[in-house]
Each structure stands twice: as structure tokens, then as C-alpha cells.
T-cell receptor, first 110, second 115 residues
Framework: GENVEQHPSTLSVQEGDSAVIKCTYS??????FPWYKQELGKRPQLIID?????GEKKDQRIAVTLNKTAKHFSLHITETQPEDSAVYFC?????????FGKGTKLSVIP | SAVISQKPSRDICQRGTSLTIQCQVD?????MFWYRQQPGQSLTLIAT?????????ESGFVIDKFPISRPNLTFSTLTVSNMSPEDSSIYLC????????????FGSGTRLTVV
């Protein structure tokens, strides 16, 4: 089955700096890669996703890049704000099921 | 986007008892998914529930422990049976509301504590 590795497990950045979270996947058949943000005590919320026929996707301050050859994808958050502080999960899917990474706790220091 | 209602939002249960969690969607969806999120951990898929057929369970999860019902295209239940403290987790339902087979949205979750 699919295996998703996510790094780092924790990340602290100064407000205004950029944050990068990286994930690798094992199944070359995976073709959908979403990112979820989970604030404390709340449900995971989809923030951006990318399909395997696209190399990069942007939505305001967040972007995701995908390297199919290397089987890795990354989340980039620019101009970080305190409200970006949360746990971020990457996931991969080749069928109808999502396999999640272990999560990255992002702390944005004012 | 669709609205997913999950209840109860939290419960404290005695070991050996069972709890049934309900998930209601305001639109018809083909597949519903049940996840477990242990404290401070990631999300682990328990099973996939399709209307009109038995649920498909992931490795490490069995029907006797986590029976699932899917009576129609908008509703599903997950029962956590014969609970032990190790079952203390957040349980979340998820649906593919966009019918794209990928765009999963989560319910608000059920925080279960077994004492």
C-alpha cells in the first residue's frame, strides 16, 4: 500500500517568513495530493491540492509543487501569519482512499 | 459545499460498552469514510462505507469491533464496540462531496474518552 513520509514534524518560523513542508510517497500510481490544515480541536480543512498532471499550483500565499519522478511534493506558505499556526497534513491517493503523512506542527512567532 | 453533521461531538464512556457515531450529509454521496485520529497523531482510515454493500475495512480494523451501517446515500454510522481505554480517540467521517473521488471533506469529529 501507499506510504507517505512528511518532514519536518515541527517547524517554527518568524511572522512574515516562508515555511516549507515536504512529503514523499511510495506508490507511483498515486495521482492526487491534498494538503489539510488542522487547528487545535477542529476538523482537518482542505487548503490546496494538486493532481499528477500538474507540477505547481498556487492559491494566494500557499503553493504546492509536485515532482512525480522523485515522488515528492511540497507545501509552501509565504508571508506567514500567526493564524497559519496549525498542524498540516499531506496525503496521497491513487484510488478513492487517502493515505496521510504524520503531520507538521507549524508555529508562527509574532 | 456540502454540510456534514456528526454526532455526538464528544462522549465519555465506560469500558466494555459501545458507542454509535452518526454522520449525516446534506447531499447524496457514493462513498463515506471513517477515520480515527489518536491524540497528537495523524488520521488513519478505518473503513469505507458504500451504500448497499458491506463496508471495506483497512488492515487492523475488524467489523466486530467497528460495525458500520450505510442505509442510504446521505447517512452512515460507526459503532465502537466493547470499548477499552485504547479506543480513546477522535473519530471522523469524511465524504467526497464534489464527487471527484478525491476532494474529501471531514465532519467535525467525535472525541471519545473511555474510562
Amino acid at each position: 500500500g501507499e506510504n507517505v513520509e512528511q518532514h519536518p514534524s515541527t517547524l517554527s518560523v518568524q511572522e512574515g517568513d516562508s515555511a516549507v513542508i515536504k512529503c514523499t510517497y511510495s506508490d507511483s500510481a498515486s495521482n492526487y495530493f491534498p494538503w489539510y490544515k488542522q487547528e487545535l480541536g477542529k476538523r482537518p480543512q482542505l487548503i490546496i491540492d494538486i493532481r499528477s498532471n500538474v507540477g505547481e499550483k498556487k492559491d494566494q500565499r500557499i503553493a504546492v509543487t509536485l515532482n512525480k519522478t522523485a515522488k515528492h511534493f511540497s507545501l509552501h506558505i509565504t508571508e506567514t501569519q500567526p493564524e497559519d499556526s496549525a498542524v498540516y497534513f499531506c496525503a496521497a491517493s491513487g484510488s478513492y482512499q487517502l493515505t496521510f503523512g504524520k503531520g507538521t506542527k507549524l508555529s508562527v512567532i509574532p | 459545499s456540502a454540510v456534514i453533521s456528526q454526532k455526538p461531538s464528544r462522549d465519555i464512556c465506560q469500558r466494555g460498552t459501545s458507542l454509535t457515531i452518526q454522520c449525516q450529509v446534506d447531499s447524496q454521496v457514493t462513498m463515506m469514510f471513517w477515520y480515527r485520529q489518536q491524540p497528537g497523531q495523524s488520521l488513519t482510515l478505518i473503513a469505507t462505507a458504500n451504500q448497499g454493500s458491506e463496508a471495506t475495512y483497512e488492515s487492523g480494523f475488524v467489523i466486530d469491533k467497528f460495525p458500520i451501517s450505510r442505509p442510504n446515500l446521505t447517512f452512515s454510522t460507526l459503532t465502537v464496540s466493547n470499548m477499552s481505554p485504547e479506543d480513546s480517540s477522535i473519530y471522523l467521517c469524511s465524504v467526497d462531496v464534489a464527487q471527484t473521488h478525491y476532494g474529501y471533506t471531514f465532519g467535525s469529529g467525535t472525541r471519545l474518552t473511555v474510562v
